[in-house]
């Protein structure tokens, strides 16, 4: 079975924007997918519906054996909220935080706040020893990677990363995709959505998204 | 531990965000201070007014009962017993007899000269007060121009003859001063109140006493009763337009103090409201995040309304002391008088600040939870 299951998605916005045409997609536990496409594509849609932020607006979806379509706002917060590990491009730390309590706030709002957990998860993407930093403190690599950590914290079934690497030079770059790899290999399952061609590369299979429209890479 | 993080963070959201958060915490503590300082004003205004208000003269009388013209001086001690819990400010007894005095008529006064500057501190005095034990006098203003038409002064040192009428043995006693009021008094010649005794030969007798206290409408009519029950010989007269012009001028003035006090409230309540909003707005990309990692509505609700009462109690903290301050100098210039610092209206501008923030955080919080988790994911 499946891990994440669309059938037939589309999303319509104002009754006349069509985002998503129809969408048929599926990931196996385990599985890292890229998924690519120019601006504009409907990619940023795509993950708001896969990461339980939107609704589609007709079709069917299922992550983890739980329908996404019949359930209530607050539902969707919760399984976001058990289910999903999230990377954003723009690092989104609360800059008033240290490393760790930034790791912290995702277990706080999860269940329990726990620090020896959370210096784990630091220590997991080599920033133990600038857990009491604040992000100001931080380049953007490292940064990233508080991110990474927070996005792990919960044991999620889903990794969901949004151009991970778009504000990255290449030496940080590098580093995060090598984190991907060494996660993918403990057996996560994770999407990253991007525009790049050479991360996108990195990933185990590859999917277009184009005016809405979805299809296998060919290469 | 989930509450200790909560702590920490809205504890961080504030102090790590010191510049930002010091305007909020600013028009906090300074509408505290305001809403300290007028709640201490407002408390202190009635004691301090009534006070001030002593300076007018007495305000009970003590009259003998039924038809007797005079009572024994003992009973005053009865009287004092009365006032030990308030703030007595002093009793001067009164005997008014007819006396002649250079061999004319004259109406005279015998009291404790030492009672009656607490009593009545208008008078006005050229010259001085009859010393106890010693055969001096105090002319009125009037009376002394009738002894001395051209310059009345000039009658100060000199001595007038004095005896309770035809028969009676002559005194010589010395003018040390003349008296001016405004009133009646300035007809009449007074004496210590032994002296007049031992001429009229009525030891101990007195015609009244003439009681300032400090209290209220209220308070003096339970006085009165007090008094009234307590002692079957003499009768107590409370001076109604004085305590009634009193409590006019403190309500007055009390509710123009609440006035006040509540539009400080109300504009401290608006100002923290456009902090708070202005706070929300700058921190959507935040709350989004908050929202995309799970926090429920409820989580975003405590996180801001729990930094809106933390903010509030520092405001209200800072505001408590500096309101005291504020409080303390308005006593000194307008009184003369300091005032001290009150335990529970600190209590109560630090649970109003509280109050007032957690109120003014209701709009910026109820926007807050409507901000959609997808604009991190927009990049908005």
């Known amino acids: ?219 | 531990m989930k509450f200790k993080f909560f702590l920490t963070m809205i504890f961080y959201s504030l102090l790590r965000r010191r510049m930002r958060m010091a305007v909020a915490l600013l028009a906090v503590a300074v509408g505290a201070t305001i809403i300290s300082g007028m709640v201490t004003v407002y408390r202190e205004v009635p004691q301090q007014l009534g006070r001030e208000f002593r300076a007018y003269g007495a305000n009970l009388l003590i009259l003998p009962a039924g038809d007797s013209a005079a009572f024994d001086q003992s009973h005053i001690e009865s009287v004092s017993k009365i006032l030990a819990n308030h703030e007595l400010v002093g009793i001067a007894p009164f005997l008014y007899e007819r006396l002649e005095i250079n061999k004319q008529p004259i109406l005279s006064g015998g009291t404790d000269f030492d009672e009656l500057q607490k009593v009545s501190p208008y008078w006005q005095i050229d010259g001085e007060f009859p010393k106890s034990g010693k055969r001096e006098i105090l002319l009125g203003k009037d009376l002394s121009e009738k002894f001395s038409p051209i310059d009345p002064k000039s009658i100060i040192g000199k001595n007038v003859s004095v005896s309770a009428g035809e028969g009676s043995a002559m005194r010589n006693y010395k003018v040390v001063g003349i008296v001016s009021t405004g009133g009646r008094e300035e007809e009449f010649a007074f004496l210590d109140l032994a002296e007049l005794q031992s001429i009229v030969e009525k030891p101990n007798q007195i015609g009244l006493a003439q009681v300032s206290v400090v209290a209220d409408q209220n308070s003096l009519t339970q006085i009165e009763n007090e008094i009234r029950n307590s002692d079957s010989a003499i009768i107590p007269q409370s001076i109604q337009q004085i305590a009634r012009s009193e409590f006019s001028v403190l309500g007055k003035l009390q509710a123009l103090v609440l006035l006040v006090t509540l539009i400080v409230l109300l504009l401290t309540l608006i100002c923290v409201t456009t902090t708070m909003m202005a706070v929300v707005t700058e921190r959507r990309k935040e709350i989004g995040l908050k929202k995309a990692l799970g926090a429920a509505n409820q989580n975003i609700v405590s996180d801001f309304l729990g930094e809106g009462c933390l903010l509030g109690a520092f405001g209200g903290l800072l505001g408590s002391g500096l309101g005291y301050l504020f409080a303390q100098s308005v006593s000194l210039q307008v009184f003369n008088r300091g005032i001290d610092f009150s335990i529970s209206i600190a209590i109560l501008s630090i649970v109003l600040s509280i109050i007032v923030t957690g109120v003014a955080s209701m709009i910026p919080v109820r926007i807050a939870t409507s901000v959609d988790p997808a604009i991190v994911l927009r990049g908005e």
């Open chain 1, 1 to 219: 079975m499946s891990l994440l299951e669309l059938k037939g998605v589309s999303m319509v916005y104002n009754g006349k924007v069509r985002a998503l045409d129809n969408i048929d997609f599926k990931i196996d536990k385990g599985d890292w997918v890229a998924i690519m496409g120019p601006s504009g594509s409907g990619k940023t849609t795509l993950m708001n519906i896969i990461g339980c932020m939107d609704k589609a607006t007709s079709g069917e979806i299922t992550l983890d054996g739980i329908s996404l379509m019949d359930v209530t706002d607050a539902e969707l917060t919760q399984i976001r909220r058990e289910k999903i590990g999230m990377v954003f491009q723009q690092f989104h730390l609360i800059p008033y935080l240290t490393a760790a309590e930034n790791v912290m706030v995702a277990q706080y709002y999860h269940s329990l706040p726990d620090k020896d957990e959370a210096m784990k998860a630091l220590d997991r993407v080599g920033l133990a020893d600038r857990a009491e930093h604040l992000p100001s403190q931080l380049s953007g690599g490292e940064q990233q990677r508080v991110c990474i950590a927070r996005a792990l914290i919960n044991y999620p079934v889903l990794i969901l990363a949004d151009e991970p690497t778009g504000n990255l030079d290449e030496a940080n770059q590098n580093l995060v995709m090598k984190i991907f790899h060494e996660l993918h290999d403990e057996g996560h399952t994770i999407i990253t959505v991007t525009h790049s061609t050479d991360v996108g590369r990195e990933a185990q299979r590859r999917v277009i998204i184009e005016h809405g429209h979805m299809r296998e890479s060919e290469d």
